[in-house]
T-cell receptor
Framework: AQTVTQSQPEMSVQEAETVTLSCTYD???????LFWYKQPPSRQMILVIR??????QNATENRFSVNFQKAAKSFSLKISDSQLGDAAMYFC??????????????FGTGTRLQVTL | DSGVTQTPKHLITATGQRVTLRCSPR?????VYWYQQSLDQGLQFLIQ???????AKGNILERFSAQQFPDLHSELNLSSLELGDSALYFC????????????FGNGTRLTVT
C-alpha cells in the first residue's frame, strides 16, 4: 500500500517570502500521480497542483511549483511571494493510475501554513 | 465551485441515531469517493463507487454503508452513531481519465451529541 508522509506539522512564512513544504511517499509503482491540495479555514479542499510521475519536468501553477524527485520519492511544494490568502492546511496526495478497479487519493497528514505580515 | 454538491452542510444528531449524507458528482464523473476528516486530522478514505458499483473500501466501519444510484448520485449512511463519528465528511468525484484529480464537495459537518 502506498503511504504519504508530511513531516512538518506547521510552517510559517512572512508575506512576500518563499516557503517550501515537504512530502515523501512510498510506492512500488512506476507510474502514478501526485497532488497538493489546500484546505483554508473554510475547510474546502482546493486543488493546487498536479504532477505526473512519468514527466521529469516539475509542474508549475503561477506562484506554486513543485520539486519532484522520483528516485528519492520526494514531492515538495514551493510557494513564492506568499500572500495572506495562502494561509491554510496543505495536503500532499498520491494517486495510482486509473485501472479497472480503484484509484483513490492517499493523503498525508498535512502541513499548516501560517503567513505573517 | 468544484461542481460536486453535498447536502446537508451541517447535521446535528444524537448518539444512536442514523443519518444519510448525499452527494451529487460533477457532470460526467462516474467515480464517487467518500472521505472522513476528524478535527484537525487528515482525510481518511472510506469507500469508492464507480458507475454504481463499489470499487474500493477503506477503513469504513460496519455501521456505515454507501451506495451510488443510476443517476450517479451517492449516499453515505451512518447508523448507531457515536460521539467519535463527529467529523467532516467529504464526497469527491473524478473523471475516468488516468491521473484526473479528485474534485471535492464542501463537505457535511456531522456533530453527534
Amino acid at each position: 500500500a502506498q503511504t504519504v508522509t508530511q513531516s512538518q506539522p506547521e510552517m510559517s512564512v512572512q508575506e512576500a517570502e518563499t516557503v517550501t513544504l515537504s512530502c515523501t511517499y512510498d510506492t512500488s509503482e512506476s507510474d502514478y500521480y501526485l497532488f497538493w491540495y489546500k484546505q483554508p479555514p473554510s475547510r474546502q479542499m482546493i486543488l493546487v497542483i498536479r504532477q505526473e510521475a512519468y514527466k521529469q519536468q516539475n509542474a508549475t501553477e503561477n506562484r506554486f511549483s513543485v520539486n519532484f524527485q522520483k528516485a528519492a520519492k520526494s514531492f515538495s511544494l514551493k510557494i513564492s511571494d506568499s500572500q495572506l490568502g495562502d494561509a491554510a492546511m496543505y495536503f500532499c496526495a498520491y494517486r495510482s493510475p486509473v485501472t479497472g478497479t480503484a484509484s483513490k487519493l492517499t493523503f498525508g497528514t498535512g502541513t499548516r501554513l501560517q503567513v505573517t505580515l | 465551485d468544484s461542481g460536486v454538491t453535498q447536502t446537508p452542510k451541517h447535521l446535528i444528531t444524537a448518539t444512536g441515531q442514523r443519518v444519510t449524507l448525499r452527494c451529487s458528482p460533477r457532470s460526467g464523473d462516474l467515480s464517487v469517493y467518500w472521505y472522513q476528516q476528524s478535527l484537525d486530522q487528515g482525510l481518511q478514505f472510506l469507500i469508492q463507487y464507480y458507475n454504481g458499483e463499489e470499487r474500493a473500501k477503506g477503513n469504513i466501519l460496519e455501521r456505515f454503508s454507501a451506495q451510488q444510484f443510476p443517476d450517479l448520485h451517492s449516499e453515505l449512511n451512518l447508523s448507531s452513531l457515536e460521539l467519535g463519528d463527529s467529523a467532516l465528511y467529504f464526497c469527491a468525484s473524478s473523471a475516468t481519465v488516468s491521473g484526473s484529480p479528485l474534485h471535492f464537495g464542501n463537505g457535511t459537518r456531522l456533530t453527534v451529541t
